[in-house]
């Protein structure tokens, strides 16, 4: 009787069989995001590559499109309209940004604890995030009423001011536009300083209170710090909030009076679907990308130095 020796086993086949198996397990999630890839393939970054080559021609949908180069970027940076509907932008951006933040803040301060009740007045401070902007918008437009008998004005006829034509007067129709959007946007921020205050080492209260710190103090030399990094992402998100900022002044205003309240992303599509200056609006639409790319960047960098100290 004859025995059949059996090579001997070495470990590479357990490891071929580990390697498919963790290819397999990587191969996935992928398939399962292919469809949303796909979506987002056809109608977001392929749209986008369009736009960037439309940006160096003047579009003309019947009669061929005609190359120009730079100049529809000369005219987006030269032309006045569009300078004015940066600087408005970037007023908007910073004024959106600075209320949103600071207004999120105390609310924040104000609701964060373990207190049952609490959850409640969240969720209610929460809703105007949750709400469709041009709902939002269209209530602030009716609230905003010119007239003696609108809502703002009567409450401010109770002490004293007179009616004021807020979204119909030139000087005031921005600041009217910033005034809604720092009050949509602080329940956003309120709600990621509330989960920043949950990791603040509470001890570091017990100490400063020992050490006889005042309640300010304690804000300033132990709460400001520990928030530091939440203040970096609040600030590129509301940043780019207010750079791109559309419907708010589309429905409320429509860039005007006289084009005092016009932002770039109104501006861009009034020259693109309006106009039918589809590279004008591709190269204003490019700037406005570069200048958000740009202020992200500059926050990352910032905010990386800052941690390095």
Do not use: C
């Not at 309006?274 to 740009?294: C, E, H, P």
């Amino acid at each position: 009787m004859t025995t059949t020796l059996s090579p001997p086993r070495t470990g590479t086949e357990p490891r071929r069989r580990h390697k498919r198996v963790r290819r397999r397990g990587a191969l996935v999630p992928w398939l399962f995001l292919a469809p949303a890839l796909l979506l987002f393939l056809y109608f977001k970054f392929i749209p986008i590559f369009v736009m960037m080559r439309d940006s160096f021609f003047e579009v003309r949908p019947f009669l061929g499109n005609r190359w120009v180069g730079v100049e529809n970027y000369q005219t987006a940076l030269t032309d006045s309209a569009f300078t004015s509907a940066m600087w408005h932008s970037a007023v908007l951006a910073l004024g959106t940004t600075v209320g949103s933040i600071v207004l999120g803040l105390m609310l924040a301060l104000l609701v964060e604890g373990p207190a049952r009740y609490l959850w409640f007045v969240r969720t209610a401070a929460f809703l105007p995030v949750v709400t469709t902007i041009a709902a939002v918008a269209e209530v602030w437009r009716i609230m905003y009423h010119p007239g003696p008998d609108g809502l703002l004005n009567t409450v401010a006829g109770w002490v004293g001011i007179g009616p004021m034509s807020f979204l119909s007067s030139e000087d005031s129709s921005l600041w009217s536009i910033m005034g809604m959007m720092i009050w949509r946007g602080a329940p956003y921020d309120m709600m990621i300083f509330v989960a920043g205050l949950v990791g603040v080492d509470r001890t570091l209260y017990e100490a400063a209170a020992v050490d006889g710190a005042t309640v300010w103090q304690r804000f300033w030399r132990v709460t400001l710090p520990a928030l530091r990094p939440v203040f970096w992402i609040l600030f590129t998100l509301a940043a780019i909030r207010g750079l791109r900022v559309f419907v708010e002044v589309y429905v409320l205003t429509n860039g005007g009076p006289n084009g005092s309240s016009e932002v770039l992303m109104t501006l861009i599509y009034k020259e693109g679907l309006q106009n039918n200056r589809f590279g004008l609006a591709s190269a204003a639409s490019v700037l406005l990308f570069l200048a958000t790319l740009l202020l992200t960047v500059i926050v990352q960098v910032l905010r990386r130095r800052q941690a390095a100290r």
